[in-house]
């Protein structure tokens, strides 16, 4: 009978601790209840609202890596919680009914707390210190074509990411951690800086195809069907480029150039009615033709009229063998005796605005000399010539004063020169001009001068 006594007594202690625990643990929560990472044992609801309020007014995050370093406060941010709903729905988690399961087991509960901030103030702080951190971090690299010294042929380049971080997917990430009230944000590979354009782009890989088809190529260039000179692939490195990225371009001036450099000199040539040179603008589309072509077939070059010589003297074919030098047109030509044409040559002659005009006349050569000085007057008598030159050919008809002569130190001929920087009324040559003609005229050949 006393056994049985003690039994009833201890259910029935039982039952009062049961009782009372679930009043108890009816409005506060057990010992060990973590709530969202934080200790709330023993805590009520007020309480616990209070402690979730000083958790947010204390908040910190950490935001580092890579060496980016912030700290954003709650008051950075203007974080703000409703405490009171957070424990709210925490007491709602739980029973006080089952507070001896909750006592052994330590509830971890969690809720979804309404945390708010402002994002305008977090992407100010946030930004402001990402661009801080970018003026001396390494920006990505997009892929590009350029061109490999080594092989001599257009590559790609790999992409690269550097240091610097993308200001929205940084606030992003430092937004997302405020929300879930975490401590830290690591600055990942996922908030840097990406590069637009990488190495599989085909854009890039079609760009460097297209500067090889331009610079793989060996082209001959020829007159008359003989080979004259050839463009290789080392000078077509030179010209080609790339633009913006992904676009191969030929440097069209430097290609027109060096057709000019190359082939002009040996294109010049003349018959009796026009003086003729290469038409470098046509050659060099021929050229470009080629190159945006798989074509290697050479390239003729062509001529062009450079200009017109001045007409022959109305008659002059039927005179004999004489030089008519024609002060008009500043041109001279050197007649046989059969009327052909065998020199002829742009001149300046006496500056007639100076009153030194070449005289006008049918005139016999008197001398062919080499390496003389010529002396002028002196006409404004302070006692010396007015003027030596030294010439390699000396072809005097008029006395010894007024001949035929070479003049180096002139850099053209012909035009309206004679009338503000013509000579002292001899007829001034191109120095190979006047070596062709004193190499033909003979003492007693005729000059005739005249407008």
Same mark, same amino acid.
């Given at each position: 009978?006393?056994?049985? =006594? /003690? ?10 601790? +049961? ?58 941010? $203007? ?14 988690? /739980? ?10 087991? @330590? ?25 801080? &951190? ?9 892929? +590009? ?50 590069? %637009? ?18 610079? %793989? ?20 490195? %030179? ?5 913006? @990225? ?13 057709? +000019? ?15 003729? $040179? ?20 050479? /390239? ?52 007639? =605005? ?18 003389? =000085? ?24 008029? $006395? ?12 053209? &001929?012909? $035009? ?19 070596? %062709?003609? &004193? ?13």
């Amino acid at each position: 009978m006393r056994s049985r =006594n /003690v039994a009833i007594g201890l259910v029935v202690t039982l039952i009062v601790v +049961y009782v009372v625990g679930a009043l108890v643990f009816s409005v506060r929560f057990v010992p060990g209840t973590r709530l969202n990472g934080m200790d709330v044992s023993l805590m009520d609801e007020p309480t616990v609202a209070k402690a979730v309020e000083e958790e947010a007014a204390t908040y910190k995050n950490h935001v580092s890596g890579d060496g980016f370093d912030l700290v954003v406060t709650a008051s950075d941010v $203007g974080l703000a919680v409703d405490a009171d709903a957070v424990a709210r729905e925490a007491r709602g988690m /739980v029973s006080g009914w089952a507070w001896p399961r909750d006592l052994v087991a @330590g509830p971890d509960l969690a809720v979804s707390t309404p945390y708010t901030h402002d994002e305008e103030s977090l992407s100010q702080k946030v930004g402001e210190a990402v661009d801080a &951190f970018n003026q001396s971090a390494s920006q990505p690299q997009n892929a +590009y074509v350029y061109r490999d010294e080594e092989s001599g042929t257009y590559v790609v380049s790999s992409q690269a990411e550097g240091t610097a971080i993308n200001r929205a997917a940084m606030v992003e990430a430092v937004s997302v951690s405020v929300e879930s009230l975490s401590e830290t944000t690591e600055v990942s590979d996922a908030v840097l800086s990406k590069p %637009e354009v990488s190495s599989d782009d085909e854009g890039l890989r079609a760009c460097a195809e297209s500067a090889n088809q331009m610079v %793989e190529h060996d082209i001959a260039f020829t007159h008359d069907g003989s080979e004259v000179g050839r463009l290789t692939s080392e000078t077509l490195g %030179e010209w080609v480029s790339v633009e913006d @990225g992904d676009e191969a371009v030929l440097d069209t001036d430097a290609s027109w150039e060096w057709i +000019y450099d190359s082939f002009w000199d040996e294109m010049e040539s003349e018959d009796d009615d026009n003086f003729y $040179g290469l038409d470098t603008n046509a050659a060099n589309e021929l050229l470009i033709a080629r190159l945006s072509s798989d074509s290697n077939d050479p /390239v003729e070059l062509p001529t062009t009229i450079v200009e017109e010589k001045p007409a022959q003297t109305e008659g002059a074919s039927d005179l004999g063998r004489h030089v008519d030098v024609n002060l008009s047109t500043q041109y001279a030509r050197f007649y046989d005796s059969d009327g052909s044409v065998i020199w002829e040559s742009y001149i300046v002659s006496g500056n007639v =605005n100076e009153g030194h005009g070449t005289p006008t006349g049918t005139y016999t050569l008197n001398a062919k000399q080499t390496d003389q =000085n010529l002396v002028g007057l002196d006409e404004d008598g302070d006692g010396q010539s007015d003027y030596t030159s030294h010439v390699d050919y000396w072809m005097p008809f008029v $006395g010894n004063s007024v001949g035929l002569h070479d003049a180096d130190w002139r850099a053209s &001929f012909g $035009g309206e020169i004679y009338t503000y920087y013509g000579s002292h009324g001899c007829v001034n040559l191109p120095p190979d001009k006047a070596a %062709e003609l &004193f190499s033909l005229i003979e003492v007693g050949d005729t000059v005739i001068t005249h407008y």
